[in-house]
């Protein structure tokens, strides 16, 4: 059995971060996920609460804001608690286990652009013998400011020949 979700959509709200009893960081939060229309349909969207733990709570809550995109890879996880008018409540939460920022904050957005180069290309690279890769440092040439099919009209249509199934 699977028990596995990937949302990508933008918070409702900014997160709030509180602790456990023990001390362990939490953090809930909601997003907003579009779902998919069929052409000539108005836009619709979910609102998924989720639940983050540990330092995956501190970093949302602390670089994320309400309308911040984000994805989150987790499970469904349902529970129950007795409401104070004495009712059983059930809850359904996705239990974050990976959170993606996938937008710069406005901090990182309001510096010059030549700033913002020279802080991250002004580390050489160390090379590594073949095999091994350094932990510490790890490329990420997946941009997300720029929709390639932003000009194109309507569905993208795909043969069967250009899937890789």
Known sequence: MINRVILVGRL????????????????????AVNRFKKEGEEQQADFISCIAWRKQAEN????????SLIGVEGRIQTSSFEGQDGKRVYTTDVVADHIQFLERNNTQQSQPQ???QTQQYSQPQQQQPWGQQTNNQQQNYTRVDEDPFASSRGPVNVSEDDLPF
Do not use: C, H, W
């Open 12 to 31: 409702t709200k900014d997160p709030e971060l509180s602790y456990t009893p023990s001390g362990i960081p939490k953090t809930r939060f909601t997003v």
């Open 60 to 67: 949302l809550a602390n670089f994320m804001k309400k309308g």
């Open 114 to 116: 030549s700033n913002q």
